[in-house]
């Protein structure tokens, strides 16, 4: 499914599921929200630099507040965004097996995204790693769920 119609049918949720005098809220029973998985389309690559292709982010602050601008027209109030599919961002050893730091310009886009959540007035819920961690190059970052020492 594409944003769209994704926002179009949680919308219609939105007005099916919630009376009407009890809005969007957060702090009640309801809250209006979306699943932004990824920007553009690109898996692996819109925040952080992908793993182990090495592609460039393709996050820019203007494609960032259209779809912000989108999702506060729609009453959109939460959105989920996924941190290192792929392994976006991350940083790892020269034997490929341990997380030695972030990306700065994944944190710099992260940054971003939150600075331009506030103005749009979203709240952000970050996923660190997605299921897809089990196929993503046979499974051979696991360890960072599995073992202690590699967590």
């Known amino acids: 499914m594409n944003f ?14 919630a009376p009407a005098e009890a ?7 309801f809250v209006f929200g979306m699943n932004l998985a990824w920007f553009d389309h ?5 925040l952080g ?4 292709e090495g592609w460039n982010p393709s996050f820019t602050e203007e494609k960032c507040r259209k779809y912000f601008a989108d999702l506060k027209k729609m009453k959109c109030r939460v959105l989920r965004i996924w941190a290192f599919e792929r392994h976006e961002g991350l940083v790892f050893d020269q ?4 997380v030695i730091g972030l990306d700065p310009v994944f944190l710099a886009n992260c940054d971003s995204v ?14 660190l790693l997605n299921h897809l961690i089990a196929e993503d ?15």
């Open 23 to 29: 809005g969007n809220r957060l702090g009640g029973s």
């Open 114 to 127: 939150m600075r331009l959540a506030q103005e749009y007035q979203l709240k952000v819920c970050w996923t």
């Open 137 to 151: 190059e046979k499974g051979k970052h696991m360890a960072i769920i599995r073992k202690k020492e590699v967590r």
């Open 95 to 98: 034997a490929d097996t341990l």
């Open 42 to 46: 690109d898996y692996g690559h819109d």
């Open 49 to 52: 630099k992908s793993h182990p």
């Open 4 to 17: 769209r119609i994704c926002a179009i049918f949680f919308l219609f949720l939105a007005f099916i599921v």
